[in-house]
Nanobody, 122 residues
């Protein structure tokens, strides 16, 4: 089970930190990721973390603004989002899956959170 929190409304240029608490462990939680679904658009990848936090990848639109990390003690995955832009408005999902296949493919993840809304305004 994945439970996200930390979403909210923020002005452009502001920051938010999303959290995802992971219940359980094992190969199906070897890779954690954040995806998002903007209004009227398809879900897209944002960032991933694996190998205990030592490896990370980001979508090109992140441009150094977001940082994904994980705390193995508390089994929490974070997405620190800075310099937020209007186009970052979306429902953000936490996902967990095995270390198999491309990180950016949603089909490679077995577990999903319920989503947390991020709204960026001008």
């Amino acid at each position: 089970q994945l439970v996200e929190s930390g979403g909210g409304s923020v002005q452009a240029g502001g920051s938010l930190r999303l959290s995802c608490v992971v219940s359980g462990s094992g190969p199906n939680t070897a890779r954690m990721a954040w995806f998002r679904q903007p209004p009227g658009k398809e879900r897209e990848e944002v960032a991933t973390v694996f190998r205990g936090g030592s490896s990370t990848y980001y979508a090109s639109f992140v441009k150094g603004r977001f940082t994904i990390s994980q705390d193995n003690t508390t089994k929490t995955v974070y997405l620190q989002m800075n310099s937020l832009e209007l186009q970052d408005t979306a429902l953000y999902y936490c996902a967990a899956g095995p270390l198999f296949g491309s990180w950016y493919r949603a089909s490679n993840y077995n577990y999903w959170g319920q989503g947390t809304q991020v709204t960026v305004s001008s």
